[in-house]
């Protein structure tokens, strides 16, 4: 798993719509369900996985632009090195944009929610979560948070075509760890 950075997220019960009872909030990766704390594209400091190399970071951010940093949750994101490509059927490697800096110091402690499977067909920032954005956790088994329990579940069910109409690929498998702030 390659370390990818750090986002905060106002975290969202699931909508009436996806109609999953034993979900209780959605940790998606995309900004579909549970959003990301502000729109921080124009600000020009992610890296180049479109997170933040550091929690410090992101609370700069917060505090400069007068956000109330209680109403968000830190996260941490891994992802694994290949993404998946329905239409060529075959895992490909996955890189930074290498315009920006990348260097992302990973949590002291973090605790696992799950594996996102996540659609990036411009290949740079996380798209959508179908699991929650397309509410294949009616048909998939998905934990509390909306996500896979385990690498394996994700790796199968894209290898498997679980996702291929859902919504436009590649499609990237990463892990969700709920991080304390200091």
């Known amino acids: 798993m390659i370390p990818i950075g750090y986002m905060l997220k106002k975290v969202a019960s699931p909508p009436a719509w996806l109609d999953v009872p034993s979900i209780e909030c959605v940790h998606s990766v995309s900004g579909c369900v549970s959003e990301d704390f502000f729109d921080y594209?124009?600000?020009w400091r992610h890296n180049g996985w479109w997170r933040f190399d550091t929690?410090?970071?992101l609370k700069n951010i917060v505090e400069e632009q007068v956000l109330n940093p209680e109403s968000f949750t830190l996260f941490y994101y891994?992802?694994?090195e290949q993404?998946?490509?329905a239409e060529d059927n075959e895992w490909q490697p996955i890189r930074p944009e290498p315009s920006f800096p990348t260097a992302v110091v990973p949590p002291s402690t973090m605790h696992l929610s799950g594996y996102d499977v996540v659609t990036f067909s411009v290949h740079n920032a996380p798209e959508c979560?179908?699991?929650s954005c397309n509410m294949l956790a009616q048909t998939l088994v998905a934990n509390r948070f909306c996500l896979f329990e385990n690498f394996e579940s994700a790796y199968d069910a894209v290898a498997g075509g679980k996702f291929d109409d859902s919504e436009p690929g590649?499609?990237?498998v990463i892990a969700v760890y709920a991080?304390?702030?200091?």
């Open 55 to 57: 929690p410090s970071i």
């Open 170 to 172: 590649p499609y990237r």
């Open 129 to 131: 979560s179908p699991l």
């Open 179 to 182: 991080v304390r702030p200091d």
């Open 78 to 80: 891994e992802a694994f």
């Open 41 to 43: 594209i124009p600000l």
């Open 83 to 85: 993404e998946y490509d």
